[in-house]
C-alpha cells in the first residue's frame, strides 16, 4: 500500500459514522470526527465541573486563525474569525462605495442577501442569470463592466456542484478595479486553494461542511492591500492588539491586521476547528483534493450510465447533483438504503470527501439503481 493510500485509510478511521452509513452529505454538514468529539467531550467535562479556563478555550480557537491560513496560503495576519459567511460578506458590503454589485441568481443566501440589502443605499444589484441551472463562468465574466465595485461568487454552487473557474473572473475583476469575494464554504477542504496565485481580495468558509469543524467557526481572509479600507462590522473587545490587556474604557485602537475584524469566537465551535483543521492538515490538500475528484468522476461515470440527468460540469467538482421529478423522495429512499445524500432545489446532491472510498461509491450507485426502479 503506497503512503497517500495508508494516510487516507487512516483518515477515515477517524470517522465513526462510516461504519453505519455511506456519507455523502458533507455539503450540508460533515459528520463528526473523533477527534473533533473528544476534544467537545473533555470541554463539556471541564465546563460542567467548572475546572475550566476560558482564557485556555479563547486562545486554542485563536490558533485556529494560523491553520485556516496554512490551507489557503496566506499569513495569519490576514485572517479573521468570524462566526458565518453572511457576517463575512456583510463586513465588506459596509465598506464599499456606491455601484454595481455582481452576483449569481442562485447564490445561496448567505452570499445573496448582504448584497440584495445595499439597493436602498444606492447600489445597482445585478443578479447573473442561470443557465441550464446553473451560473456559468462566461456568464459571470461578461456581467462585470467598469462600473463594479463587486463581484460575489462561490467557488462551487451549494445546489449542484457545479464548479466556476475562478482565475477568469478574478482576472476581470482586477481590470474594472472590483473587490472580488470568494465563498469558499463548498470547496476548502475538499479543494486546494491558493489565494497567493488566485489573489482574492476576500475569501470567506464557513468550517462545519468540508472543513470538519462544528458550525459557527467561520474564517475570513483579506488581501493585505485591502485590509485598511475595511471597517470591522461590530467593532468590541476583541477588536484590539491585545483584548485581555485592558477590558473596560477607550480609546479604540483597531490592529493595524485582520484581528481588526475579529467577532468574539463561540469557544466550543473553534475548539472543535482546532482539532478539525489539524487532522484536515495532517494530509496533503493535493492528496485530498484527487481523491475527492477521483471518487466523484467514478459516480458520475455510474450515474450517467444509468441514464440519470446530472448537472452540467464546467470543471471537475467533488459535488455533484441529479435532476429528478422528486428530489426529496429519492433522497429519503436513499437513506432507507443507508445513503445521505440532500435534495436541493430540483436536484439530489451529494459529494466526496477523502474519508470516502470506492465502496462508498458502488453502495451509492447500488442503491440509486435500486430506489429509481
Not at 14 to 19: D, T, V, Y
Not at 120 to 128: K, L
Not at 163 to 172: K, M
Request: glycine share 6%.
Amino acid at each position: 500500500m503506497n503512503p497517500a493510500a495508508r494516510e487516507l485509510r487512516s483518515f477515515r478511521a477517524a470517522f465513526p459514522a462510516l461504519e453505519q452509513t455511506v456519507y455523502l452529505n458533507t455539503a450540508s454538514a460533515a459528520p463528526g470526527a473523533a477527534p473533533v468529539v473528544e476534544t467537545l467531550r473533555r470541554a463539556l467535562e471541564e465546563w460542567e465541573s467548572g475546572a475550566f479556563s476560558s482564557r485556555s478555550w479563547d486562545a486554542a480557537g485563536l490558533e485556529t486563525r494560523a491553520l485556516y491560513a496554512r490551507l489557503i496560503n496566506a499569513p495569519a495576519s490576514s485572517v479573521a474569525l468570524i462566526g458565518s459567511v453572511s457576517e463575512g460578506a456583510a463586513t465588506i458590503a459596509a465598506s464599499l462605495p456606491a455601484g454595481r454589485i455582481v452576483v449569481g441568481e442562485r447564490e445561496f443566501r448567505s452570499n445573496l442577501f448582504p448584497w440584495l440589502a445595499l439597493s436602498d443605499r444606492g447600489f445597482e444589484i445585478f443578479t447573473v442569470r442561470t443557465v441550464d441551472g446553473v451560473v456559468p463562468t462566461e456568464a459571470i465574466v461578461s456581467a462585470i463592466d467598469p462600473r463594479t465595485v463587486l463581484v460575489a461568487v462561490s467557488a462551487v454552487q451549494f445546489e449542484n456542484g457545479y464548479r466556476v473557474r475562478l482565475e477568469p473572473i478574478a482576472e476581470r475583476a482586477r481590470e474594472v478595479g472590483a473587490f472580488l469575494f470568494v465563498d469558499a464554504t463548498q470547496a476548502l477542504g475538499a479543494l486546494a486553494f491558493n489565494v497567493s496565485t488566485l489573489r482574492p481580495d476576500a475569501l470567506v468558509a464557513h468550517g462545519y461542511k468540508w472543513l470538519l469543524s462544528p458550525r459557527g467557526a467561520c474564517w475570513l481572509y483579506i488581501a493585505p492591500e485591502r485590509l485598511a479600507t475595511i471597517r470591522p462590522l461590530a467593532p468590541s473587545w476583541r477588536t484590539a492588539d491585545d483584548p485581555y490587556a485592558q477590558l473596560s474604557g477607550g480609546p479604540l485602537t483597531l490592529p493595524s491586521d485582520a484581528r481588526r475584524l475579529d467577532l468574539s469566537p463561540a469557544w466550543f465551535s473553534f475548539l472543535g476547528a482546532k482539532a478539525a483543521l489539524e487532522l484536515l492538515l495532517g494530509l496533503p490538500s493535493e492528496v485530498i483534493e484527487t481523491r475527492c475528484l477521483e471518487l466523484a468522476a467514478q459516480f458520475r461515470d455510474e450515474a450517467s450510465a444509468l441514464g440519470l440527468r446530472l448537472a452540467p460540469v464546467e470543471l471537475p467538482s467533488h459535488l455533484l447533483g441529479i435532476r429528478v421529478a422528486e428530489p426529496v423522495k429519492l433522497r429519503d429512499a436513499l437513506a432507507v438504503r443507508g445513503v445521505q445524500v440532500a435534495a436541493r432545489g430540483p436536484y439530489v446532491r451529494l459529494g466526496f470527501h477523502a474519508f470516502n472510498d470506492e465502496h462508498d461509491v458502488e453502495r451509492a450507485v447500488a442503491a440509486l439503481r435500486d430506489a429509481i426502479r
